[in-house]
């Protein structure tokens, strides 16, 4: 879990305040051949009267969302803060979260997490006719194409995300997630229903950049 260190450019920090991960998004949907097969979207760039990021050709509203909360989207904005501290304190505590759930096989520990937290309130911010696409800028799981090792993996993600289904809080909405795999410039898209597939997109390669003990992956 989480082999890669994150290193953070500035463009990042402009990346979170001016929403441009939306153009990211967008990008990765649109190249989706199975979780989204068969789908087109059009960008909605005026929302100022609450329309959602995407639509489909069916008119199914989407809206993109970062897994942040808003305190800690003003933090990664600020310059004075490191973003570098910030990402090893979620690591460590998914690090700590994933070992006790191997260990013990109590998935009621997630539900003391900060992804637990932020991914309730941001769920909280998606109306009832929207679905929701979460970006999450940083490895969450372990993800590799064709890995066999993916399914004795301990994927925080998915049990967070049954843990609120279970208590009723996703309702009739559809909840998709994005986030860098194992690999320089593939993205995961999965859904909750654990389809995945991993799309390319080195236009994030400046701004989201990971390297491990043995060189630069990325």
């Known amino acids: 879990m989480f082999s890669k260190k994150a290193v953070f450019s500035d463009s990042f920090r402009d990346f979170v305040k001016s929403q441009k991960y939306e153009e ?26 609450g329309e959602p990021d995407f639509v489909d050709q069916e008119g199914n509203k989407y809206e993109a969302k970062l897994m942040f909360d808003e305190r800690q989207g003003q933090l990664l904005g600020e310059h004075k803060y490191d973003i570098t501290k910030w990402f090893e304190s979620i690591k460590e505590e998914v690090v700590e979260c994933s070992e006790n759930i191997i260990r013990n096989g109590n998935t009621e520990f997630i539900k003391n997490t900060k992804l ?33 090792y993916l399914q004795f993996a301990a994927d925080i993600l998915q049990i967070a995300y049954n843990s609120i289904r279970e208590e009723g809080l996703i309702g009739d909405k559809k909840i998709y997630f994005i986030y860098p795999s194992m690999e320089p410039s593939i993205y995961v898209l999965r859904d909750g229903d654990y389809q995945r597939e991993y799309i390319e997109c080195k236009e994030l390669d400046p701004l989201i950049i990971y390297e491990s003990t043995h060189g630069r992956l990325s």
Do not use: H, T
């Open 24 to 49: 990211y998004v967008y990008m990765i949907i649109s190249n989706s051949e199975r979780v989204f097969s068969g789908k087109q979207f059009k960008n909605i760039q005026n929302q100022s009267n």
């Open 116 to 148: 637990y937290r932020i991914f309730r309130k941001r769920l909280s911010s998606v109306n009832e006719d929207e679905s929701a696409i979460f970006f999450i800028p940083y490895p969450i799981v372990n993800d590799v194409r064709g890995s066999v």
